[in-house]
């Protein structure tokens, strides 16, 4: 039945390749604007790499929320999903998860190019791309919070972002700056411990804040 | 015959019995708001000495002190008149919760914008982005988003039990804020200027920020019972006591 639930949306994305390639696209071109609106010296983008990368991943990842719940929102689906007989939180999960490979993981492939663009050394790359790995499905987690009292809304604009901030600037700061503390050689043990607690914790209790998020939307 | 009277614990949970008390209460604090901040500001202004270390520049702590004490207080009264609203669908509570968040976001404000300009002749500077200031920031953003979302979504029921959720959602993080003060200097092992505000504070300093907290306090519970009597009369249209004295304020 999950495994169902997982595939759906997998074909769903297979069908409707663009939406995604939108969302990585504009996650290449916000990294690029970094160097280019900011400057291209080596050393200085050296110093935002870590900033820069991820910032944009946040941004690619709120604009991949928008996305999760208002297709099934529009024509029905979510309501019916509400109605069945599966626990609702283990089926967003599910929903989550599925969502992370398809819009989180591209970003966590592209993060060593990514870096390459930046200059990072091989070890600050690999730190990097860890930490996204471990961020991007807290990001997701969280982010569906935010969509999920926001779907279906007109006038939403930069809202969902507005919400989320305070959720995620914990985590920016905690992945940034491990991989700066990569850069100047500190151990980065910490920051990864904090960051795998977040994702933990957002694993366990994400679905149930979304489910009741869901059905306030839907009363 | 039964010559006991029950408690109406839940008397001013029905707008139509807050409404008075408000009205009543409401100058009282005003006033009393008033008269505390004069006398605290004349304090903090012409009687506390000037600080060794800061000269005058430190007398700003007077307004920025209680305004960053009144934006994490409130948003904790916030979030609890969220929780009963949620959990147990009190109109009333949805309502305060409403009328003290513009207060709330207004406190923040005035905490930052006090904040940098202490912080200009004190530190050089008039943001820097340590932990505290950052935090306070991230209130602000709390405030706004709930604020917003209220406002964004048309239908009111909607609306307020979004909002609510999304108040107490920013509850969890509140610690969260708070113990990155702790974790971003040991992971930061950078410098992170503490004002000391001194344990050494004569007693007229102390008074001052006393009196100046209660005169914030005072303001707060007037304001925000003015506000939530405009938000009764505003959703309580239809009602015939609404309509009432809606109708005696026009004339």
């Known amino acids: 039945m999950l495994w169902k639930l997982f595939s759906r949306d997998m074909t769903l994305f297979m069908h409707r390749k663009q939406d995604v390639v939108t969302v990585l696209g504009f996650f290449l071109i916000a990294v690029a604007l970094f160097p280019l609106g900011i400057s291209s010296d080596p050393e200085l983008l050296k110093t935002i790499a870590p900033g820069a990368i991820w910032i944009a991943a946040l941004f690619s990842t709120v604009l991949a929320l928008d996305r999760l719940f208002s297709e099934d929102l529009d024509d029905g689906t979510l309501e019916q999903q509400m109605l069945m007989p599966v626990p609702i939180a283990l089926l967003l999960l599910v929903r989550l998860v599925a969502h992370w490979v398809i819009t989180g993981l591209p970003l966590v492939l592209l993060a060593p190019l990514m870096g390459l663009q930046f200059g990072l050394a091989f070890n600050e790359i690999v730190i990097l791309t860890l930490s996204l790995l471990i961020g991007t499905p807290v990001l997701v987690l969280l982010g569906a919070i935010g969509a999920a009292l926001t779907v279906g809304l007109k006038s939403s604009g930069g809202l969902v972002t507005l919400l989320l901030l305070p959720l995620y600037v914990p985590l920016l700061i905690l992945g940034t700056s491990a991989v700066t503390s990569a850069m100047n050689g500190v151990d980065v043990t910490a920051h990864f411990s904090l960051m795998g607690a977040a994702l933990l914790v957002s694993l366990v209790l994400s679905p149930f804040a979304v489910a009741t998020a869901l059905k306030i939307t839907l009363d | ?251």
């Open chain 2, 1 to 251: 015959m039964s010559a006991t009277r029950r408690i109406h614990w839940m008397k001013y949970a029905s707008a139509s019995n807050f409404y008075p008390l408000a009205n009543r209460l409401a100058p009282i604090f005003m006033g009393l708001a008033v008269v505390l901040a004069v006398i605290g500001l004349y304090i903090g202004f012409f009687v506390a000495p000037v600080d060794y270390q800061q000269g005058n520049s430190y007398r700003i702590m007077f307004l920025h002190v209680p305004a960053a004490w009144m934006s994490m207080f409130i948003y904790l009264l916030l979030a609890m008149y969220a929780i009963i609203s949620l959990v147990w669908r009190v109109k009333m509570a949805d309502i305060m919760a409403y009328s003290l968040a513009p207060t709330g976001a207004m406190f923040t404000f005035i905490a930052l914008l006090t904040g940098a300009l202490w912080g200009r002749p004190t530190w050089g500077t008039y943001w820097i982005w340590d932990a505290r200031l950052t935090s306070e920031l991230l209130l602000l953003f709390l405030y706004l988003g709930y604020m917003g979302l209220y406002s964004a979504i048309p239908d009111r029921q909607r609306a307020s039990r979004a909002a609510s959720f999304l108040a107490i959602v920013g509850i969890v993080n509140v610690p969260i804020i708070y113990f990155s003060v702790i974790w971003w200097n040991t992971l930061h092992q950078g410098s992170s200027f503490s004002v000391s505000e001194g344990a050494s504070m004569t007693s007229d300093m102390l008074s001052a920020l006393l009196l100046m907290t209660f005169a914030c306090w005072a303001y707060t519970i007037a304001i925000v019972l003015r506000r939530a009597q405009a938000v009764i009369l505003e959703r309580k249209k239809v009602a015939l006591w609404a309509s009432q004295i809606s109708k005696n304020k026009e004339t």
